[in-house]
């Protein structure tokens, strides 16, 4: 369709049709056959049949044959044959899994994101999908709260490096491509600030920290061209993101100038009267509507009262004119119009899920997104000794972490990719009953440590499979406790003290406080939740025919007492100059290190490399250089970090800002040179009147391995 007959249709709607367009509802109501249960959801909504038929879009209702079904029947019964617009929580594979996407941001190489977002969007499209709701971009600082698994992690820079990349992967240059879905970016804004890491709190935070460290990576996305925004549920400035005219129409809209669909998250139109700041859903349609939401998600106020708002005069029918045109265009650019279904087939279904190209990408992929934390006397790569697995998770084929929409039905256990790996039909297993109920967000396991003690007798070594439950990470899934669980924590201890070598494989969705194993581990990797292959992926690095590359994307703390605790803080009027500063009035805790366990951008390799000196100029920009060396005889990638310091700024600036990285691969004795630029673009920031200037003077200039381990060079940038 040409804009002039999108217009044409736009103006042959009536209100009702408009306002269907603007509505979002789940997949069973437009799925059924035969009679629609009248007393069952329909009511709740306030619907009757044939409203259904002018709805425009619905959610996690997929497969091709579904999608067909859905669509075919909604063709037949919408008066202007105006398709379901068909969207779906994509977020980490559809049925091929990856990484879950923090441990992608871990891998600190924005092309393995691409990558698997390209996957996964082929799959879901074959099944029917046209609109993803990913990537999420919210950036985090609590690993108390639970969708840390899905954010990119602390870092502004980081994150929009790998939010842009998945927007790429998942839309390519045309989402309307056969295999290519739609992005829609979220959770706008700053949902990952909820206080006290609890999820759907309350935000609190200033507009000067929104923009100092929030916004990047939904502006990355927009600037990517990504096609829609999900707004979130909490609270900026006391008002719901979803009725938010400053987030909204002034950020969104006014400032970055996006152009494409807003769409709430799940029924946040009507949480706000639960927040209290609507009297009734007309009031919340109407503050909504003039925040510039385009579809309301799963509740019905805009399709119950916004007609009757226009006509009492308290909303300008205008901004439903041009919410309406910004759907029927997306569903346009899709090509929606002309083919309904996009690319829902059941026979490319069958070639493309969990197809041998897809398995292969997500093993090498999830390699690259475990880090090695801790290899002490160079234990890993595993090389000939006994060896034994332990731990509750050795067993569990449940590796997919939350939203993967799909069973793990067919995934193997890292134990049964050891035994494949060893060529072995069994190994000795300190834990062989899968556990029962590993998706239930128990609290701990059983206490079965002289039954493993027993069973490994024979082992000098233990790889000890530890960590938190699927269930225990993402959506609602908030902890006050981060330590490793009692009975995990007496394993892992026992284990050393019966002389073993421990190496412990972390599987969690966040970073959890490892303070207490890991004085009882020789080595230590956190694997995450790595997808489908996940079980090979583990062998691959243990076994060390991939040698570690990923890094600390949201630092690891020592206790949970230290949350928020992350590197790009500012400096404090009582700044501590070092551990041993032997003031008491400064910025500290008395029974606790400031600094983290495991800082951001840490991350170990089986190789080897030096850092030569660095050297930097100023003058209209930075220009920073260092050559990295690989000194040992395995061929491995460091991740190059650099870090600036405005020295003295109009307001406080944070003591160290990610402005670049790198990732190179080196074969044993090579050495590469690494030039970083930073311009005085990147090192703007929001000043005190909120505008975004670049102030000449001092920097501080930081090249290194990680965020704690780098050498300054001060220069003069004006
Ligand atoms: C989540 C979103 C998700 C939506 C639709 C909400 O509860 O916060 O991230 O996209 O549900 O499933």
Same mark, same amino acid.
């Given at each position: ?8 249709l736009l103006? *042959?709607?009536t209100?009702?049709e408009k ?11 437009f799925?059924?056959d035969?009679?629609?249960n009248?007393t069952?959801p329909?009511?709740e909504l306030?619907l009757e049949e044939?409203?259904i038929s002018?709805?425009g879009s619905t959610?996690n ?10 669509? =075919? ?17 994509v977020?980490? %594979?559809?049925? !091929?899994?990856?990484p +879950?996407?923090h ?5 600190f190489n ?6 698997? @977002?390209?996957i996964?969007?082929?799959e879901a499209?074959?099944a029917?999908?046209?609109?993803t709701f ?7 600082? =609590? ?8 954010s &990119?992690?602390?870092?502004?820079y ?9 927007v790429?992967?998942f839309?390519g240059?045309d989402?309307k491509?056969?295999g290519?879905v739609a992005a829609?970016?979220k959770?706008f804004? @700053?949902y990952g600030? *909820?206080?006290a890491g609890r999820d ?13 460290f929030?916004?990047s990576?939904y502006q990355a996305?927009?600037?990517? %061209? ?6 979130s549920?909490?609270?900026y ?7 938010n ?5 002034q950020?969104l809209?006014k400032?970055?100038?996006? =152009?494409g ?7 946040a139109?009507d949480e !706000?009267l639960s927040?209290?700041?609507c009297q009734?859903?007309a009031e919340?349609a109407r503050?909504?509507i003039e ?5 309301e998600?799963?509740?019905c106020h805009f399709y119950?009262n916004a007609?009757?708002l ?6 300008d029918e205008?901004l439903?004119?041009?919410?309406v045109?910004?759907?029927l265009? $997306?569903?346009?650019?899709?090509g ?7 690319d ?6 069958k070639?493309?899920?969990? /197809?041998?190209?897809?398995l292969?990408a997500?093993?090498r992929?999830g390699g690259?997104?475990?880090i ?8 890993l790569?595993?090389s ?11 067993c569990?084929?449940d590796?997919l972490g ?10 193997s256990?890292?134990?049964n990719?050891f035994c ?7 190994l000795p297993?300190g834990m062989?009953?899968e556990l029962?109920?590993?998706?239930t967000g ?5 206490d079965?440590?002289e039954?493993?003690l027993q069973?490994l007798?024979? /082992?000098?070594t +233990?790889?000890v /499979? ?11 899934a908030?902890?006050?406790?981060l ?5 995990q924590?007496?394993l ?5 003290e019966?002389?073993?070598t421990?190496?412990?494989?972390v599987l969690?969705?966040? &970073?959890l406080?490892?303070t =207490?194993?890991?004085?009882h581990?020789?080595?230590v990797v ?5 997808g489908t292959e996940?079980?090979? /992926?583990v ?7 991939v040698?570690p *590359?990923a890094?600390?994307?949201?630092s690891f703390?020592?206790d949970?007492g ?6 790009n803080?500012?400096? !404090?009027g009582r &700044? ?7 003031d008491?009035y400064?910025s500290?805790y008395?029974d606790?290190s400031?600094e983290p ?5 840490y ?13 930097v100029?100023?003058g ?5 250089q ?5 000194t040992?005889s395995?061929?491995?990638k460091?991740?190059?970090q650099?870090?600036?310091h405005?020295?003295?700024g ?5 003591v160290?800002?990610l ?5 190179i691969?080196?074969?044993?004795g090579e050495?590469? !040179? ?9 090192? *703007?920031f929001?000043n005190?009147?909120l505008e $975004?200037v ?9 090249i %290194? ?7 300054t060079v001060?220069?003069?940038?004006q």
């Open positions: 369709m040409n804009n002039e007959e999108l217009l044409q103006h *042959s709607m209100h009702q306002l269907g367009q603007m509505t979002q509802l789940t997949p069973d109501l799925d059924i035969g009679q629609f009248v069952g329909l009511k306030n044939e409203d002018r709805m959610l209702g997929t497969g091709a044959q579904r999608v067909k079904r859905m669509q =075919d029947k909604h063709m037949k019964e919408d008066r202007l044959h105006i398709p379901l617009l068909i969207m779906a929580d977020v980490h %594979g559809y049925r !091929t899994i990856f +879950v996407p441990a992608m941001s871990c891998s924005p092309a393995l994101p691409e990558e698997a @977002a390209s996964a969007a082929r499209a074959a029917g999908v046209q609109v990913a990537p999420m971009a919210d950036l985090v600082r =609590d690993p108390r709260w639970g969708r840390v698994m899905e &990119p992690g602390e870092d502004p980081l994150n929009a490096k790998i939010t842009e990349a998945y790429r992967g839309q240059s989402p491509a056969e290519k829609c970016v959770h804004a @700053a600030a *909820s206080e759907y709190n309350t935000v609190d935070i200033s507009e000067g920290i929104l923009r100092e929030y916004l990576a996305a927009v600037k990517a %061209g990504v096609k829609l925004v999900m707004s549920f909490n609270l400035e006391r008002v719901p993101a979803a009725v005219k400053k987030l909204q129409r950020i809209r400032e970055w100038g996006f =152009d669909v807003t769409i709430t998250d799940y029924s139109v !706000t927040h209290g700041v009734d859903g919340a503050r909504a925040a510039g939401t385009d579809i998600m799963t509740s119950q007609e009757r226009v006509a009492e005069g308290k909303l205008k439903i004119d041009e919410a045109y910004r759907i265009r $997306l569903k346009n650019e899709l929606l119009f002309e083919n309904p279904y996009k829902a087939d059941e026979e490319k279904e070639e493309l899920f969990l /197809c041998p190209e897809h292969e997500a093993r992929i690259q997104c475990a090695l934390l801790k290899n002490e006397n160079k234990v790569p595993l000939g000794g006994k060896l034994g697995l332990a731990g509750p998770f050795a569990v084929k590796l939350p939203w993967a929409l799909t069973s793990p039905d067919g995934v256990s890292i134990y990719a494949a790996r060893m060529g072995m039909a069994s297993c062989t009953d029962p109920s590993l998706t128990i609290r701990d396991v059983p079965q440590v039954e493993a069973a007798s024979g /082992c000098d +233990v790889v /499979c530890i960590g938190e439950n699927v269930a225990d990470s993402g959506e609602a908030s902890k006050v406790s330590r490793i669980s009692p009975n924590e007496k892992v201890r026992r284990l050393k019966s002389g073993k421990v190496i412990a494989v969690s969705g966040r &970073p406080v490892l =207490d194993i890991l004085p581990c020789d080595a956190q694997a995450w939740y790595l996940m079980a090979k /992926c062998t691959d690095v243990l076994f060390g025919d040698n *590359s890094r600390v994307a949201l703390p020592r949970v230290q949350c928020p605790v992350y590197y803080h500012y400096r !404090t &700044p501590l100059s070092g551990p041993d500063d032997p008491f400064k500290r008395l606790c400031n366990l495991f800082p951001f951008g991350g170990l390799s089986y190789s080897e490399f030096s850092y030569s000196p660095i050297t100029t100023g209209s920009q930075i220009t920073a260092v050559t990295v060396k690989n040992s395995r061929a491995g460091e991740t190059v650099l870090y600036v405005d020295v003295v109009s307001v406080a600036r944070p160290k800002e402005k670049g990285f790198e990732q691969e080196l074969q044993p050495e590469k !040179t690494v030039s970083f630029q930073v311009t005085k673009e990147a090192l *703007s929001p005190e009147d $975004l670049f102030e000449p003077g001092e920097f501080d200039v930081m %290194g391995s990680d965020s704690a381990h780098v050498e001060r220069v003069t940038v």
